[in-house]
């Protein structure tokens, strides 16, 4: 059963759109929520996160929301750019395990 | 520098050969972590460093190997490769139970 699942596994918005990008997860003891953004030839680099204790997490354009009860969140980047367009993957934290566990990754591509 | 490098970047090998890969880190964490990436899948974790601590996860136990000689260098090895290894390994390193962690480029390992 996977812990961490992503939707939809690939993306196309065009330039200036808002890319909306989902999460959901089943263990109810996961506490800490990053995504990390990867771009071909490269690792996963932390884009923004969120404690399992907010709703909301703004950086720029990226915002992510979060719904506790329904054990769903969401990645919106507003104004998408090409240069956006990498993987981008939902992470899990159990602070017991030190572990994070990682969705599938969604595909964003934003044409120009 | 948060700079997490892996070597060699690839990796060609036989079936039944061994394969050692390396990952070196110099922000001085105490924690770091191999994965295995599959197209289209979530990374996976391996086994992970807690200082001089080595913990695999249960489902690879048998699969993989690791040193850690000092806190900046650990390696993967596997002992015969088959084709099911064929994948990308990403190597990562933390602050043990803080959630951030820095990934490298990943080794992408080819078996023939």
């Known amino acids: 059963q996977q812990q961490v699942r992503q939707s939809p596994q690939s993306l196309t918005v065009w330039e200036g759109e808002t890319a909306i990008l989902n999460c959901s997860y089943e263990?109810?003891?996961?506490?800490?929520f990053p995504w990390y953004q990867q771009f071909p030839g490269e690792g996963p680099a932390l884009l923004i996160s969120i404690r399992s204790v907010s709703d909301k997490k703004e950086d720029g354009r990226f915002t992510i929301f979060f719904n506790k009860r329904e054990k769903k969140l969401s990645l919106h980047i507003t104004d998408s750019q090409p240069g956006d367009s990498a993987t981008y993957f939902c992470?899990?934290?159990?602070?017991?395990?030190?572990?994070?566990?990682f969705g599938d990754g969604t595909v964003l591509t934003v044409k120009p | 520098d948060t700079t997490v490098k892996q070597n060699p970047r690839y990796k060609l090998a036989r079936v039944g050969k061994p394969v050692n890969l390396i990952c070196s880190q110099t922000?001085?964490?105490?924690?770091m972590y191999w994965y295995q990436k599959k197209p289209n899948q979530a990374p996976k974790l391996l086994l992970f460093?807690?200082?001089?601590?080595?913990?695999r996860e249960a489902d690879t136990f048998e699969k993989f190997q690791s040193s850690r000689p000092n806190n900046s260098f650990c390696s993967l090895y596997i002992g015969s490769a088959g084709l099911e290894y064929s994948a990308m390994y990403l190597c990562?390193?933390?602050?043990?139970?803080?959630?951030?962690?820095?990934f490298g480029p990943g080794t992408r390992l080819t078996v023939l």
């Open positions: 460093y807690y200082d001089k601590i080595l913990n």
């Open positions: 992470a899990a934290y159990n602070t017991n395990t030190g572990k994070l566990t």
């Open positions: 922000m001085n964490h105490d924690t």
């Open positions: 990562a390193s933390s602050t043990f139970n803080y959630a951030e962690q820095f």
């Open positions: 263990d109810s003891t996961f506490n800490y």
